[in-house]
C-alpha cells in the first residue's frame, strides 16, 4: 500500500502539473485566457454554466487526500466535482448492517470531501448506487436480489443485483438514503442503476428477473404470469414492460419523495421525467457493431432537451473505453468531438473518469480536455441563456422505440433514424428533436418552432400525435415521413387505415419484399440529381388518396446478371405506384418515401439518398436561416441567446476513421451565411476572431461570413 501511495503522488505532481502544458489538440483553445471565474453558487449550479468532472472512486480512493482532489477540478476547469457517499459501499461511518463501509476508511472521507468542494467553489453531487448488494446481504436476504431465468443468482465478482421489487430498493436502500441525506448535504444528487437490466459487467445477458417477488407482483398488478422468454414473441411481454416502468418509477418518486424531506431544492439527476436537471452517459462499448456511433453525443443533447425544454443537460464522457478495460482511457480528440456536438446542442462538459485526476494510468487525455473546460469557462457567457432555434425537427417517437419490435418492421427503426441523421448532418441542415411525448402533451406547439418535421419510419403513432402532426401541417408545416410511419397505433398493433388525415396513402397495402428497384431521378420534378436511386429492403405499397401525386416516378427494371442481360428490355412496363407521395393539406404538405430511405443511406451513403430528402426540404419549406458552404465533413447546429443573438457551432469530423479519432486536419474555406443577421460582425471564439459579413450578389438579406480554419469546432457568436 505504502508503494500504492508513493505512485499515486507521483502520477498527481505529473497530473496537475500537465494541465497547463500547451501541446496537443486544441493549441487554439489554449491562446484564450483560461478562467474559472465568475458568479457561480454551489448550492444553485443548475442555474449557472457550470462543468462536471466525476470521480467514480474505487475502494483504494479514499486514501487520497479530498482537498487535493478538490483542488485538481478546480484547476481543471470544473466547476462540480461527482462523488461517492454510498450504496454499494459506504464511504462514510455508516451505521446500517448491511452497507458494507469501505474497509480503507479512516474518519468521514465524505464530510470532509464536501467541505474541500466548497472550499474550491465547487458544487458536491453526492453518487449513490443502490444497485447492488454484498455477499453478506444476499446471504441473509436472497430474496432481495434478482434471480437469472436459469435459476442462478445475478451475481458478478461478489455483488449481487438488486431487483426493484425487492427489498433491497423498495426498502434499504431507502435507509441508506435517509441515513446519509440527514448527516450531508450535498448541491445534487446522482442515482445510479436502479432498473431491470438483463446484462452483467461481462455483456452477458441473463434474461429478465424471474425471482418470486416479480412473479407475485406481476400477477398482482395484471393478473398474468412472467412471460417465459424475452420479446413480444410472448404475448404478456407489452404489460411487463408496463410492469418495468410503474415498478422503477415508484421507487425514483419515493427517492425524490425522501429526498425532498431531507434536502428540500436540490436537484436529483435523472435521465428521463427530471424536475431541474438531466444526465445521460456516452460510452464505447467493443461488444457493439462497429465503428461507434459518431453522433451519439449530438443525438442524446437533442432528445434530452426535446424531452425537456429549458432544462440543463449533460451527458458524461466516459473515460474508459469499455468495462472490462475500465483503466484504459479514449483519445483526447474523442472526448473532444463528443464535447463540441454537447456544447453545439446545448448540453454541458461534464467528463467521468475512474479514480480521481491524479490517478490515471494514461493521463495523457487530460491536458487538451482541461484546455477545452477552461476555454469553455472564459466564454461562458456564450453558454448561458441558450435555446435551440434550428426549425427543422427530426421526430423521436418513444412508442416505436418501446413497441417496433412488436412489428415485422421493428429492425429498421434504428437504422432509419440514425440515417435520417446523417442525412441532415451531411445537408448542414441544422435540426433539433421533437418529443413524441411532448406533442402529445401539448408542451411543444409544433407550428411556433418548427417548419419541417422528419420522421424517419416511426411505425407506432398515438391519438394525439396524429392530431397534433395533421394541425402541424394544415398551418403551413412540411411533414416528410419514411417506410411505414403511422402503420401501427401507440403500442405497436396494425391499423386498418393511416390515422393522418395529411398523409398521402389511404392505408397500407401488403408491403413488398424488393431487390433491385430504382426510381428515375432525372424525371422528377424535384430535380434533385441525375440517374438512378436505388431501392431495397421493402417497398410499403398503399392506397393513394385523391388529390396526392407522384414526385419521383419509378425506372423500369432492369436485370442485373449476367452483365449482357443487365439493360432494361425495351418497352417493359414500368411502375406506376408512387416512388415519393405527396399531398397538400390545408396550407402546408406531407411527403412519404414509401421505402427506407434514410435506412439504406445509413447503410450504404450514397449521396442520391441524401439529396432527395434534402431536395424535398428546400422544395416545400422556408429557405434555412443559417447555411454554410465550403468542402469538409461538418456538422452544422444553431442556438438562440436571448430573443435575437445567435450561437452556431461547426463540428469537425474529419478526425474520425471507422473507431478512431485523431486530431482532424483543420478545414479551410467555409462560408456561413446569415439571412436577418443581428449583427454584420460575428466573434469566432476558439480562433478568438472577430469576422466581418459580407452581402453577395444575387442574395439579398444574408451576410455572409468566411470562417478561420476549423480545427476540432468553431463557435460562431452573433450578437444583436
Known amino acids: 500500500m505504502d508503494d500504492l501511495i508513493s505512485r499515486r503522488s507521483v502520477l498527481q505532481a505529473l497530473s496537475v502539473a500537465g494541465l497547463s502544458v500547451t501541446g496537443g489538440a486544441f493549441d487554439a483553445l489554449a491562446q484564450t485566457s483560461p478562467g474559472v471565474g465568475g458568479a457561480f453558487d454551489p448550492r444553485r449550479w443548475w442555474t449557472r454554466d457550470y462543468r462536471i468532472v466525476q470521480t467514480n472512486l474505487r475502494e483504494i480512493d479514499i486514501l487520497e487526500n479530498p482537498k487535493v482532489i478538490a483542488r485538481a477540478v478546480r484547476e481543471f476547469g470544473g466547476n462540480a466535482i461527482v462523488s461517492n457517499i454510498g450504496g454499494i459501499i459506504a464511504f462514510y461511518p455508516t451505521k446500517l448492517k448491511y452497507h458494507f463501509r469501505n474497509p480503507y476508511l479512516k474518519g468521514d472521507f465524505v464530510k470532509a470531501m464536501i467541505d474541500a468542494a466548497h472550499a474550491e467553489n465547487l458544487a458536491y453531487l453526492g453518487r449513490f448506487d443502490t444497485s447492488k448488494g454484498m455477499g453478506p446481504v444476499y446471504k441473509d436476504h436472497p430474496e432481495w436480489f434478482m434471480v437469472n431465468r436459469n435459476g442462478t443468482p ?34 445534487g444528487v446522482f442515482f445510479n442503476g436502479v432498473g431491470f437490466g438483463q446484462n452483467d459487467y461481462a455483456g452477458i445477458d441473463r434474461g429478465s428477473c424471474v425471482c418470486e417477488n416479480c412473479r407475485r407482483e406481476f400477477r398482482a398488478m ?14 404478456n411481454w407489452h404489460k411487463y414492460l408496463e410492469y418495468q416502468e410503474r415498478v422503477t418509477a415508484g421507487i425514483n418518486e419515493k427517492m425524490a419523495k425522501l429526498a425532498a424531506e431531507l434536502i428540500p431544492g436540490v436537484p436529483i439527476f435523472r435521465f428521463e421525467e427530471y424536475q431541474y436537471v438531466g444526465r445521460g452517459e456516452l460510452q464505447r462499448r467493443v461488444a457493439r457493431a462497429a465503428p461507434e456511433w459518431q453522433y451519439q453525443s449530438g443525438e442524446q443533447v437533442r432528445g434530452a432537451k426535446g424531452r425537456n425544454p429549458g432544462k440543463p443537460w449533460s451527458s458524461t464522457s466516459t473515460a474508459h473505453v469499455d468495462y472490462p478495460w475500465r483503466q484504459v482511457t479514449e483519445t ?27 490517478d490515471q494510468d494514461d493521463p495523457s487525455y487530460l491536458p487538451p480536455v482541461s484546455r477545452l473546460f477552461q476555454w469553455e469557462a472564459a466564454n461562458s457567457r456564450f453558454y448561458t441563456d441558450l435555446n435551440p432555434a434550428a426549425r427543422v425537427g427530426l421526430y423521436e417517437s418513444r412508442a416505436t422505440q418501446r413497441f417496433g419490435a412488436a412489428t415485422p418492421f421493428g429492425q429498421y427503426v434504428n437504422g432509419a433514424f440514425r440515417g435520417a441523421t446523417c442525412v441532415l448532418v451531411d445537408s448542414r441542415i441544422a435540426f433539433q428533436s421533437v418529443s413524441s411525448e411532448r406533442v402529445a402533451d401539448g408542451t411543444v406547439k409544433l407550428n411556433e418552432t418548427f417548419d419541417v418535421i422528419v420522421m424517419p419510419n416511426v411505425l407506432c403513432l398515438s391519438a394525439r400525435e396524429v392530431q397534433a402532426l395533421d394541425q402541424f401541417v394544415a398551418q403551413g408545416g412540411l411533414l416528410i415521413t419514411t417506410g411505414m410511419t403511422a402503420g401501427f397505433d401507440g403500442e405497436g398493433k396494425a391499423l386498418a387505415r ?44 398503399g392506397t393513394s388518396k385523391a388529390g396526392a401525386d407522384n414526385l419521383v416516378p419509378f425506372a423500369p427494371d432492369q436485370r442485373y446478371g449476367p452483365p449482357e442481360f443487365s439493360y432494361a428490355v425495351p418497352g417493359a412496363t414500368v411502375r406506376t405506384i408512387p416512388g415519393v407521395a405527396h399531398l397538400a393539406h390545408g396550407k402546408g404538405h406531407a411527403v412519404h418515401v414509401p421505402w427506407l430511405l434514410d435506412w439504406q443511406y445509413y447503410r450504404d451513403g450514397l449521396p442520391v439518398h441524401q439529396q432527395l430528402l434534402a431536395g424535398l426540404i428546400a422544395r416545400y419549406a422556408p429557405a434555412q436561416r443559417v447555411t454554410l458552404t465550403g468542402a469538409g465533413p461538418v456538422e452544422l447546429a444553431i442556438q438562440r441567446r436571448g430573443d435575437k443573438s445567435l450561437l452556431v457551432h461547426v463540428i469537425n469530423y474529419a478526425g474520425q476513421r471507422n473507431g478512431r479519432y485523431d486530431t482532424p486536419p483543420a478545414i479551410h474555406g467555409l462560408s456561413l451565411g446569415i439571412d436577418s443577421s443581428p449583427s454584420e460582425s460575428a466573434t469566432a471564439l476558439v480562433a478568438g476572431q472577430t469576422i466581418k459579413g459580407a452581402s453577395r450578389a444575387g442574395d439579398p438579406g444574408r451576410l455572409w461570413f468566411d470562417l478561420p480554419p476549423v480545427g476540432a469546432f468553431e463557435a ?3 450578437e444583436t
Not at 423498495?170 to 448541491?187: G, T
Not at 395484471?222 to 404475448?235: H, I, S, V, Y
Not at 413488398?512 to 429492403?537: C, H, M, N, Y
Open 332 to 358: 483526447a480528440d474523442y472526448h473532444i468531438n463528443r464535447f463540441a456536438q454537447m456544447l453545439a446542442h446545448g448540453g454541458k462538459l461534464d467528463l467521468y473518469l475512474m479514480g480521481s485526476l491524479a
Open 154 to 187: 445475478r451475481e458478478y465478482e461478489g455483488t449481487y443485483q438488486a431487483c426493484p421489487s425487492g427489498l433491497w430498493l423498495q426498502d434499504y436502500a431507502l435507509q441508506i438514503l435517509r441515513e446519509a441525506l440527514a448527516k450531508y448535504k450535498p448541491d
Open 716 to 718: 460562431i457568436s452573433l
Open 498 to 541: 393511416v390515422p393522418l388525415a395529411s398523409f398521402p396513402f389511404e392505408k397500407y397495402d401488403t408491403p413488398a419484399k424488393v431487390a433491385g428497384w430504382t426510381l428515375d431521378a432525372s424525371r422528377s420534378e424535384l430535380k434533385f440529381a441525375q440517374g438512378r436511386v436505388p431501392i431495397d429492403a421493402y417497398y410499403f405499397a
Open 222 to 235: 395484471f393478473g398474468l404470469e412472467l412471460p417465459t422468454k424475452e420479446g413480444f414473441a410472448d404475448p
